[in-house]
């Protein structure tokens, strides 16, 4: 397994969760990493994507000041801290791995759900 994703789960309105990609060694200090998530009936969305040197994408305005990624070096591992979260926040978030920011991702994790209620 290249990539697992971990994190999710259930909050209400306001609340926050920390989603977490650990990935292989190889993948992780060499890779742009970045998250998706996708809301049922609708399309996969970027979140964000973050490179090996720590440079980070621009966030959607739909995350921006909410959202934070960040690369743990110790443990392989991307996280996304989402706070403030809002039920449109709600979808399966993946992680994934591409050789460039401007190449085809090749490797996905699978997915963790993250259900915001009202």
């Known amino acids: 397994v290249q990539l697992q994703a971990s994190g999710g789960g259930s909050v209400q309105v306001g609340g926050s969760l920390r989603l977490s990609c650990v990935a292989s060694e190889e993948i992780f200090r060499t890779y742009y990493m970045a998250w998706f998530r996708q809301a049922p009936g609708k399309e996969r969305e970027f979140v964000v994507g973050s490179s090996w040197t720590g440079r980070t994408s621009v966030y959607p305005k739909s995350v921006e000041g909410r959202f934070t990624v960040s690369r743990d070096i110790a443990r392989n591992t991307i996280n996304l801290q989402m706070d403030n979260l809002k039920v449109e926040d709600s979808a399966v978030y993946y992680c994934?791995?591409?050789?460039?920011?401007?190449?085809?991702?090749?490797?996905w994790g699978r997915g963790t759900l993250v259900t915001v209620s009202s």
């Open positions: 994934a791995a591409a050789p460039r920011s401007n190449a085809d991702f090749e490797y």
